[in-house]
């Protein structure tokens, strides 16, 4: 069985960095491309980050976090992280990370993808 768990959000500070950590077990994630999305109260879940597998080592950003969200992998403990700089209140949400079902492809497909419960992450101005 997979299963995503996100970890790593909280209060915050506007200008403040945080680094969120998604942990895996039953995949390993370097084998397939993964996502960052966030949904903030009353908006639609958007994706802010997306990574290739570890072969391919494409990533993209959303233009509104391009230069301060990065997304990197730690393929010794299975884990994908996201580290968040210069927070805005804009990106208060909740962050889902999401690893595509199908191996050694280039991007993440929502509706087949394994998703994560959530973290928290709320920046104050």
């Known amino acids: 069985q997979v299963r995503l768990e996100e970890s790593g959000g909280g209060l915050v500070r506007a200008g403040d960095s945080l680094k969120l950590s998604c942990a895996a077990s039953?995949?390993?994630?370097?084998?397939?491309?993964m996502a960052w999305s966030r949904q903030a109260p009353g908006k639609e879940r958007e994706f802010v980050a997306r990574?290739?597998?570890?072969?391919?080592?494409?990533?993209w950003y959303a233009d509104s976090v391009k230069g301060r969200f990065t997304i990197s992998r730690d393929n010794a403990n299975n884990t994908v992280a996201l580290n968040i700089n210069s927070l805005k209140p804009e990106d208060s949400a909740v962050y889902y990370c999401?690893?595509?079902?199908?191996?050694?492809?280039?991007?993440?497909?929502?509706?087949?993808?394994?998703w994560g419960q959530g973290t928290q992450v709320s920046v104050s101005s």
């Open positions: 039953g995949i390993t994630l370097n084998r397939h491309a």
């Open positions: 999401a690893a595509d079902t199908h191996p050694y492809g280039l991007t993440v497909v929502p509706a087949r993808a394994y």
């Open positions: 990574i290739s597998w570890r072969g391919g080592k494409r990533a």
